[in-house]
Nanobody
Framework: QVQLVESGGGLVQAGGSLRLSCAAS????????MYWFRQAPGKEREFVAV????????SYADSVKGRFTISRDSAKKTVYLQMNSLKSEDTAVYYC?????????WGQGTQVTVSS
């Protein structure tokens, strides 16, 4: 069983920055495909970013491209989401997800609120 714990959410003004962290358990973190998703009130959960284990390649939703950066630190078993130039529409609960041999594990989420 893999556990994921997000942190770093909070209240920030539009144009500001936050860095989210997701700490993972397990001995083979370097092989996990790690994602960030988000869910705004009344909306479905949506993909934000992914970082793959091989080569650390990344992909982003169009809505965050150029503003958000996903990264990973295998020594700390942690994935990060650096969020810059935040907008009110970025307000959501942010979740990290690990895909391990085709199985998905989710964290509990962290709230990000952007005030305009």
């Amino acid at each position: 069983q893999v556990q994921l714990v997000e942190s770093g959410g909070g209240l920030v003004q539009a144009g500001g920055s936050l860095r989210l962290s997701c700490a993972a358990s397990g001995r083979t973190f370097s092989t996990y495909v790690m994602y960030w998703f988000r869910q705004a009130p009344g909306k479905e959960r949506e993909f934000v970013a992914v970082i793959r284990p091989t080569g650390g390649t990344t992909s982003y939703a169009d809505s965050v491209k150029g503003r958000f950066t996903i990264s990973r630190d295998s020594a700390k078993k942690t994935v990060y989401l650096q969020m810059n130039s935040l907008k009110s529409e970025d307000t959501a609960v942010y979740y990290c997800k690990a895909r391990i041999v085709g199985r998905d594990y989710w964290g509990q989420g962290t709230q990000v609120t952007v005030s305009s």
